[in-house]
């Protein structure tokens, strides 16, 4: 199995990470859950492959999961490689996309420690609710700036804590956690706290973040699984989650 170690092992802190989502994922099996993808996008996957351009030579998934958007992207590529930070997803992921008749390549490592590949390496970037996960949220995105090649796409979704609802929840004094209900403490078993999210996005802090890394946001997306097209129309009040597009000057 191949790992990354581009600045050493992973901290203690990241130990722990790696072994909350092998629990939480614990016996998953291979396949795909059926999207419908000739509509307006109602949750991350959908949107994240609405997003994605309509060629590329070679894509990046952080964080991809079971292989299900790189799985449905597949054919506007030439070349996919994902990453994962738990051992058990990256074998399903890599049973997933075995079949695909283009080179596959499903990394077991955390983007903070660096992946073993030349600067701008990927002419597409993408990370789906991953962003909120990492601990060093700006060496995460130095690495990510060193493999986007010049002009590439970073495809981010994320959720929104400036979402309607949320605000409300603040304005009562309750906290406005993105995935655990009960202010982030009713998760899953063996999930850490609000499903371990470290860090929480709008619109306008995501694209200060892109700004800060020098890529340009050419897009915005606002989605949800109700009256979701209409979410686009005011997406940092509407949309429950963050779905942005840079390029990389």
């Known amino acids: 199995m191949k790992t990354l170690a581009r600045t050493g092992g992973p901290s203690d802190l990241n130990r722990r990470l790696r072994n909350a989502y092998d629990r939480v994922y614990a016996g998953e099996k291979q396949g795909f859950p059926k999207l419908n993808l000739n509509r307006w996008p109602r949750h991350r996957w959908e949107a994240m492959i609405h997003a994605f351009p309509p060629s590329a030579n070679r894509v990046l998934e ?3 999961g079971n292989g299900v958007v790189l799985h449905h992207v597949a054919q506007r590529c030439k070349a ?35 992946i073993d590949q030349p600067d701008g390496s990927f002419d597409v970037i993408m990370w789906a609710d991953v962003i909120a996960h990492v601990v060093d949220l700006f060496q995460a995105m130095r690495e990510v700036s060193r493999l986007l090649s010049k002009g590439g796409t970073l495809i981010t979704s994320t959720p929104n804590i400036a979402y309607l609802p949320r605000r409300f ?39 200060t973040l892109y700004q800060r890394y020098g890529l340009q946001v050419v897009r915005t997306i606002g989605f949800g699984r109700i009256l979701s097209r209409l979410r686009n129309a005011l997406p940092s009040l509407l949309s429950g989650s963050v779905l942005m597009v840079g390029r990389k000057a």
């Not at 992921?93 to 660096?114: D, F, M, S, Y």
């Open 62 to 64: 952080i964080g991809c």
């Open 80 to 114: 996919i490689t994902g990453i994962e930070i738990s051992p058990d997803r990256c074998r399903v992921a890599r049973g997933n996309l075995a079949g695909l008749n283009k080179p596959v390549e499903i990394l077991q490592g955390n983007i903070e420690h660096g």
């Open 169 to 207: 929840k603040l304005l009562l004094g309750k906290f406005p956690a993105t995935s655990g209900a009960n202010e982030g403490f009713n998760v899953r078993p063996g999930e850490m706290y609000d499903g371990g999210h470290f860090h929480y996005f709008t619109f306008s802090s995501l694209k």
